[in-house]
Structure formats: structure tokens, C-alpha cells
């Protein structure tokens, strides 16, 4: 069992919805980051969460610690939006990754 | 200019021979690390280096070597290729003041072995 999942690994949306993806993870975590990936394979950092919730324009991220669980929402898609999104945790010395979750926005 | 540069960005190679994928930094960032990228699966720690003289092995270091020649500098070297270690690599390096902090990755290096 991979120590951080995500859910759904594939999400088509049209437009202008409501996004969430979803991470759950099994170690102890100290933070936990939310990155995109784009087409041409680049990787930022969009959030590093340690507990609560941060916002930054459309982009939402959330983390309970006692369920181990963070979800990162995506308000009034755009086509922009499409990248694969990756969820991963510091543990020790070394960041774990999830399997990613490739978002489609279509006009 | 990128903060993290890998080079090259594209290789294509054939079985046997030696691969060697550099990475350099202006971040003045005191770790640096190499992972993978499979289709399907998450990134996996390949190496990583807390400083000049500090290498450590990550989850999958078989078949690949390192060399961290300068503090912005961290070569990721393939002595014998095989086709299972097609796949996207990346560098990262982050801040040894923040434990859990920020990694910034370099573009990718998708190399093909034949």
C-alpha cells in the first residue's frame, strides 16, 4: 500500500466547476504539499500545509491531522487549470510522493 | 534563468551505455535530490545529499550513481543503461534551515533507454 494515495487518479471537468481531489496518507507527517505538474512536465509548489486550510486565488487546500487526510479544491475552473496535481508528505529526510491526479478542464 | 537547471532535457540512449544527468542550482540551497517519475506511480527518491561531503541512497538507488562536485552541483550518473530505467527524472533542492519545507524541482530530464 503506497504510503500517500489520491483520489481520483483521472477527473474531466467542464469549465467553470468545483474541483476537489483528495489526499490520504499513513505516516507522521510534520507538512504536507500540494504540487502541479505541467504538460511539459515541470513541478511548482503550490501549498505547504502543517494544519487548517490556506487559499490562494481559486485554489483551496485543507488538512485534518487526526484523519490524515487533505483535499485541495479548485474553485470555478478553468482550461489553465489542467495539469496533474501531487500530493506528497515529508517523512524523515525524504518527501513521499502520491501517484498524482491528472485534471482535464474542457471549455 | 531557472533557479534549478537539469541537463539534457531529452536523451535517448541504448542499453550498455553510460548516462550522466546534471543538475545545478542558484538557490545556494544546501540539499539536492534526484527522483523519477513513472507513468502511473508517485515520484521516488533515487539519491539526495544534505551537502558536499553527505550522499545517502533513496528508496531506489540500484544501478544509478551521484556526485555532488560543488555545492550547486549534483550529477546523477547511469554506469550501464537498461530499458526499466526509461522514465522523466527530476533534481530538486530545498533550504536545510526548513526540514519540511519547499522543494524546487528542476524541468525534468526524460531519458529513453533502447
Known amino acids: 500500500k503506497n504510503e500517500v494515495e489520491q483520489s481520483p487518479q483521472n477527473l474531466t471537468a467542464q469549465e467553470g466547476e468545483f474541483i476537489t481531489i483528495n489526499c490520504s496518507y499513513s505516516?507522521?507527517?510534520?507538512?504536507l504539499h500540494w504540487l502541479q505538474q505541467h504538460p511539459g512536465g515541470g513541478i511548482v509548489s503550490l501549498f505547504m500545509?502543517?494544519?487548517g486550510k490556506k487559499k490562494h486565488g481559486r485554489l483551496i487546500a485543507t488538512i485534518n491531522i487526526q484523519e490524515k487526510h487533505s483535499s485541495l479544491h479548485i474553485t470555478a475552473s478553468h482550461p489553465r487549470d489542467s495539469a496533474v496535481y501531487i500530493c506528497?508528505?515529508?517523512?524523515?529526510?525524504?518527501?513521499?510522493f502520491g501517484a498524482g491526479t491528472r485534471l482535464t478542464v474542457k471549455p | 534563468d531557472a533557479d534549478v537547471t537539469q541537463t539534457p532535457r531529452n536523451r535517448i540512449t541504448k542499453t550498455g551505455k553510460r548516462i550522466m544527468l546534471e543538475c545545478s542550482q542558484t538557490?545556494?540551497?544546501?540539499?539536492m535530490y534526484w527522483y523519477r517519475q513513472d507513468p502511473g506511480l508517485g515520484l521516488r527518491l533515487i539519491y539526495y545529499?544534505?551537502?558536499?561531503?553527505?550522499?545517502n541512497k533513496g528508496e531506489i538507488s540500484d544501478g544509478y550513481s551521484v556526485s555532488r562536485q560543488a555545492q550547486a552541483k549534483f550529477s546523477l550518473s547511469l554506469e550501464s543503461a537498461i530499458p526499466n530505467q526509461t522514465a522523466l527524472y527530476f533534481c530538486?533542492?530545498?533550504?536545510?534551515?526548513?526540514?519540511?519545507?519547499?522543494?524546487?524541482f528542476g524541468e525534468g530530464s526524460r531519458l529513453t533507454v533502447l
Open positions: 505516516v507522521g507527517i510534520s507538512a
Open positions: 538557490k545556494g540551497h544546501d540539499r
Open positions: 530538486a533542492t530545498s533550504d536545510l534551515r526548513t526540514a519540511t519545507g519547499e522543494l524546487f
Open positions: 545529499s544534505f551537502d558536499v561531503k553527505d550522499i
Open positions: 506528497a508528505v515529508w517523512d524523515n529526510n525524504d518527501m513521499r
Open positions: 500545509l502543517s494544519s
